[in-house]
Each structure stands twice: as C-alpha cells, then as structure tokens.
C-alpha cells in the first residue's frame, strides 16, 4: 500500500512545530493528555487522528492548520470507502449552527456506538472498515466534545428493534442513545409504530442551518447527495415537520428505548 503522504506531512509538521516551541516530546504529550510514544507515531507519519489534530491547533494556535492536513490524510486513507458527496457534507457539517436528521432504518452514523458501526460499515462498505469505524467513532467524538447548539435525532421506532450485530450491539446501541438523550444539545424523538406510513419512509435525511441559509443531505443509489437549492431545501424541511408532528416528546420517546432495550 502506498504511502499516506499526507499523514507523513503531518508528523513532519508537527515535529518542526514542537522543535520550533522547543519542546521534548514527553512534554508536549504531558501538554496535551496524551502518551510520548503517540507523540512518536504521530510525527512518524504512522497514524494521526482528528481530536489530537484538534488540540494541536489549540496548542499552537495555528488555526485549522492541523485539522486541514488531518482531513486530507483522513480522505486519502478512505476515499474508495466513502460515499461521493459526503465528504462536502462533512465540510459544511462542522460548519453548522443545527442539525436536524431523521434515519428510518439505521441510526445515523453520528449517534452509532463503536459496535453498532462495526456491524454496519461492514456489512455495507468495502476497503478499510476498522478505518471508517475509527473516522465515525473520532466524528462523534468531536460532536460530543463540542456539540452544534442544537441537534435533533428523530427515529422511526423499528430502527430500536432491527437487530444489528444481534442483540449484545443492540443494548449497547440502545444504552448509548439513552445517554445521549440526556445531553443538553442533543433531542431525541421517537415515532411510534402504530403511525403506519409516515414522510420519512423515503430515507434518512439531514437538514444542516447556518446563518441565514440551510442545506440538505440524503443517499441514494451509494450516493451521497448535498443539496443547497433554497426550494430543494425547503421540500426537506416540510417533511421534517410532518415527521416531528407524529414523534413522541423526549421523555416518551426514552420510554420506547427502554421497552426495546428491555425486549432483548
């Protein structure tokens, strides 16, 4: 496999960075709550990840320096695995003052516990699946570490009982939902099965707000599909509020996690 030059780029940068601030390895690593030997490996071009890229711009105050030559990296390791478009989507993601998604089959990759990732990116994806769960896991991450200041999460109730993985990744699934059901940010709403045919039977969707503009993702064919047409958008967001006016409040909704938790 060729090397990642990229990642190779990004170890010599930060050594210069850390040379440059004259530091020993052992203290930048004491610096950032990390171990000197994932210091090594990073400056050796080994490996990086994106929170490490995170708090070295932190650090050195060097702006998204780090997290640019992170993304290219990332993007290089995974771009057979990853589908078209959803690299943008991720651009404007992180850019985003709220989020509102709704997943009628799957729970969406932000909101995935490792296992349920695992199950899922290999069952779907080709390539590098231990690299896609690590990229998933290291996006979620981020999201809890600093979350958008609003985001909702609504499921349609048959996604709590598809068994991905089989039931031990379905109670760690279903444990972490309730978790993040208690984050201040985060609102997640459950529609009930007795609703029958609802909007969101097409697919999963994401509405993404800025200031003053939205835009809208969705997959098709192995597709992904970012759309910033004003009218497009609009069409995402009518369904979101027909499908938020059959989903039960927060509270209701963590009772039908906990009845499908409990059924396994």
Request: aromatic share 8%; glycine share 8%; charged share 25%.
């Amino acid at each position: 496999m060729a090397e990642n030059q990229a990642r190779i780029f990004f170890g010599e940068e930060l050594r210069r960075m850390r040379e440059k601030a004259g530091l020993t390895g052992k203290e930048l690593a004491d610096a950032l709550g990390c171990t000197p030997q994932w210091i090594s490996t990073m400056e050796s071009g080994r490996k990086v990840s994106e929170q490490s890229a995170l708090d070295l711009d932190t650090y050195f105050k060097t702006d998204d320096h780090f997290h640019l030559l992170w993304r290219l990296a990332n993007s290089l390791e995974t771009k057979v695995a990853l589908l078209p478009g959803f690299t943008e989507y991720l651009e404007r993601e992180r850019k985003a003052a709220t989020a509102r998604t709704f997943s009628a089959l799957l729970v969406n990759g932000r909101f995935q516990s490792e296992e349920y990732a695992r199950a899922v990116l290999s069952s779907t994806r080709s390539g590098d699946v231990e690299g896609l769960v690590e990229n998933r896991l290291a996006r979620g991450t981020t999201f809890l570490r600093d979350p958008l200041p609003s985001t909702w999460l609504t499921l349609d109730e048959t996604v709590l009982y598809r068994r991905i993985g089989g039931a031990r990744v379905m109670k760690s699934q279903l444990n972490y939902l309730l978790e993040l059901s208690e984050h201040p940010e985060i609102v997640i709403n459950i529609i009930p099965q007795d609703v029958g045919y609802h909007a969101g039977l097409g697919g999963e969707f994401t509405i993404l707000s800025f200031n003053g503009s939205q835009a809208a993702y969705t997959e098709s064919a192995g597709v992904g599909i970012l759309i910033e047409d004003p009218v497009k958008v609009e069409s995402f967001a009518l369904r979101w509020d027909l499908l938020r006016s059959h989903a039960l409040p927060v509270n209701e909704s963590r009772v039908l996690i906990r009845n499908a938790l409990e059924s396994l």
